[in-house]
């Protein structure tokens, strides 16, 4: 088994970090914040004190961190992981960046003698905890060889989507329907509620056609049609997602005008105070624009 | 069993009208068109020569035509269906109207000692063959127990909405979902193109989330991804629902930015020469507005 | 001089038929409130009973009503203008319309032997009191010349934009421009603000590049820029005409994206309670969704 | 007089270093292009070969670059403008970016005790030939009143918007409405001729009412309605311009659906092929979408 150093110990990272540890791999994890390293420490991982001691050794290292300016300080940057990677190491970068820094890790992976594999994740932290994640893999074949064990450790799906950056290119395409479609569901319950239908008759109707859709059908009954608004995901992180995507086809000059009103609608619910809640709530905050109680199934 | 009187005899009316015969219904069938007739007598059923004559007799009277203008002439016009109908008969409006006609009907029904129901259908023409035909009734209770056993004579779905005008409502939300997830489909599936992702490892990642949805498993697979566009319901008939949806929502002021924009790129696929074609072809639509070929499933 | 029937002597249509009889012209004026035709009587104009007594002997028929419907049945229906028109005489309505109704009034005309003009109007009702309005009319030349006599009694600025129709749809091309520029200004404004610029400043900057419109520098100053929200032209007017618009774009196979966004923020503002704010108070409308102060100029 | 570095001789910056040698400044201009250079010094420049060479000494150091990356990495990467400042130094921006990159740039210049004035260019490059240029600056009063001889040397409209990073917030608001405007009269003159309507009766039209906009009246006459669309500004750099616009926006939690809907038009635009032709031509891109025409205006 492979040597692992894990960058980044915060909500996603760690309970996929102990994880490994649960599975036998040796991780040395490192975070920013000592308090994540104790708590990594406390399930049984072995801490450190800087990237250069995680990396140290290691044949794989995975970051885990929370946004594309990070991502590239603390892989690509002085002192960085590839600085400290030893010859033919493979990083694997499991963040959730836009696709060009994606690349550009990529390149300069390369460039060096280094591996690199793109793996962000789908699902929440509560399959992270489970090791039920969904893993979305960019990586050359034997470099998909490579790391498949440390994926079936941590998570439950694993998809080959293509060669480095793919993963994260999918991930962005299954998160833009995952979020828009909550945006279309809130106008179309809004509607409903508008209309005086009543709730649970309406969608016994839409899940028998194929005006359903997995929001609908899977997220929303237990969380804002329970009422429920609660984060799994927060409209905040969907609001993020959104905002990658619709950079990442204007880049490709690919116009995706749904895409951009969902944007502006997530946008006008942060505005407006809904930034912390479930995405499911963007029921909530089309409802509260019009002055609307929205609807909920009865208990 | 009561005697049926069937105005509209088209693509829709005419099977639904067959099974009825086929079902021991006696039913008299009128449409505008004489071969209509003529071909619905080929197939057991009693053909009329005017409305009159359809509805003379009859406990109940079904309507299947082509948009609010006919069946408000149809129906509430000078020598039309409430003209003639016999005290205590019953009107049952079949076809996908705006909601303001639907109320509008029930009410005059109603100041002529009528009853009146609403029951649009969802899927398709060939379900309709099949007598597997979805029903969104709008119906107080007694009146949805007189038809009940007509409608099982022609479906198999059937869902007891709320009152009249709530059949209505309903289909309209119902397609408003069916229709915008196509657009919203078409941009995501240009995207992974554009990104350079294969389709098929694309498509098993998002059947495995909350990005699916009932197009992109039910509808689209043996569609447009299959490189048939022939119509099942064609983008001419989706722009018209989402046009019904658009105006509804502006009326019941419900603002829907979603619906607004997918309104526009199906406008924008019709100008461009797809109306006739399958509303899955909004793929198709949305890769030629940029020069991209558009993906399909291998054989 | 021609003989006048004028049928609509609201807000709009009161003035100008008095602006006739103060140039000369003999008006009979009809409106279904009782005290429009009595207030019509005080401005020295002959009153008349019904829609057969005013345009009875008359030249020229001018209808100023507020929608389709009703146009469509005073002029057209049973016991309407058409049916009590003098052979050889002249419609000419002013109302705001879709252009489906024009082409259908200006061909029961012609089949009747009637000529028929469609005049909207430009301006506000303030214009229309002191003769100021701008008309868009269509018509063939020989009317044109015949009612332009009238247009010169009643306004300051007349264009004749084509044959019958041409008039409406100058109108709906005009308004569009002028009711989206108010959302458009709004998003300017609000995010000016909300990037902390000073109003006075920021409107000095584009007053002097191709980024000014006509609304930012006509209407606003003295409307919502000056805390003033009274209204001259209400948003729910506005909407309206967006209504048609867009609805008429969509007939038209034209998409029209910015039409649609606009129509959605409008009715956002109407579904607020801003609907009879002047259609400048789209800032304000803007601004409270997020929270905003909305930027006033100083005294 | 101060003694002027200037870093960035392009389309923009060569005539505006020009016209500060003509006005009698000292001035010694670098860029990465050594044609460029020499370029400069046929104009009368004292040209560098590189940027520390072209700052030593400079009491002023202007920079004109291309985006937010080269003009971060110019001015404050290693071996960048703030890196041989001299004490005391001024350094104005005139480049157009994110307002990000301007705060950064401005907080890293009081670190090190230099002065940092924002002054982006309005008007074309043409303006910038004949010294006519705006500018919308961002200063302290005292850097303002030290700039000013320089600007007033190179344009002839001179706005002082606020503290540092006002003129560059200022610039997103004016160019957001003058884009805008250029899709939103695309949309409107598409309708016309899709209605039929004469071009220039309706524009006679709209010029005399509140839907006329800087756009139709002072850039389209010459560009687009005359048929030339050979670039003053294209519809590349608008459709920039417009996710600077975007992304400032969504930053500042302020939704501007408007934007978003102009922003995918003018990507539209480009992905079909539009990008390189003036910002006007939105009017050509609208109407080859639906396959019209695009009106012009009679020679």
Redesign the interface.
């Known amino acids: 088994m492979e040597k692992v150093g894990f960058i980044g110990l915060g909500r996603m990272g760690r309970p996929m970090a102990a994880n490994l540890c649960r599975k036998g791999f040796g991780v040395t994890g490192y975070d920013v914040t000592p308090e994540a390293v104790a708590a990594f420490e406390a399930l049984q991982g072995r801490g450190a004190s800087s990237v250069a001691e995680a990396v140290a050794g290691a044949g794989i290292v995975v970051t885990m961190l929370p946004n594309s300016a990070i991502v590239r300080e603390v892989v690509a940057g002085p002192g960085g992981v590839f600085a400290h990677a030893a010859r033919g190491a493979l990083v694997m970068d499991m963040s959730t960046v836009d696709?060009t820094t994606t690349d550009e890790l990529a390149a300069a992976a390369a460039a060096r003698g280094l591996s690199f594999v793109d793996a962000p994740v789908?699902?929440l932290a509560s399959h992270a905890d489970a090791g039920q994640s969904?893993f979305?893999v960019g990586a050359a074949d034997a470099d998909f060889a490579r790391v498949k064990p440390l994926l079936e450790a941590m998570g439950s799906?694993i998809?080959?989507?293509?060669p480095p950056g793919?993963g994260m290119?999918?991930k962005?395409?299954?998160?833009?329907?995952?979020v828009?479609?909550c945006?279309?569901?809130a106008?179309?319950?809004?509607?409903?509620a508008?209309?005086?239908?009543?709730l649970q008759?309406?969608l016994?109707?839409?899940y028998?056609?194929?005006?359903?859709?997995?929001?609908?059908e899977?997220?929303w009954p237990s969380k804002s049609l329970a009422g429920d608004v609660s984060p799994g995901f927060t409209i905040d992180l969907a609001?993020k997602d959104l905002?990658l995507?619709?950079?990442?086809?204007?880049a490709?000059?690919?116009?995706?005008?749904?895409?951009?009103?969902?944007?502006?609608?997530f946008?006008?619910a942060?505005?407006?105070g809904f930034g912390g809640q479930d995405f499911s709530a963007m029921l909530d905050a089309h409802c509260a624009?019009?002055?609307?109680t929205p609807p909920r199934l009865p208990r």
């Not at 028998?208 to 609908?216: E, F, H, I, P, V």
Request: hydrophobic share 45%.
């Open positions: 696709p789908g699902r969904l979305m799906t998809h080959h989507c293509g793919a290119r999918t962005l395409v299954n998160n833009f329907l995952a828009a479609s945006q279309m569901n106008e179309a319950l809004a509607l409903a508008r209309l005086g239908l009543d008759t309406t016994s109707v839409l028998g056609t194929t005006a359903k859709n997995g929001q609908l899977i997220n609001h905002s995507i619709v950079e990442a086809a204007n490709a000059r690919l116009p995706m005008p749904i895409a951009a009103a969902a944007r502006e609608a946008s006008s942060r505005a407006r624009l019009v002055g609307l």
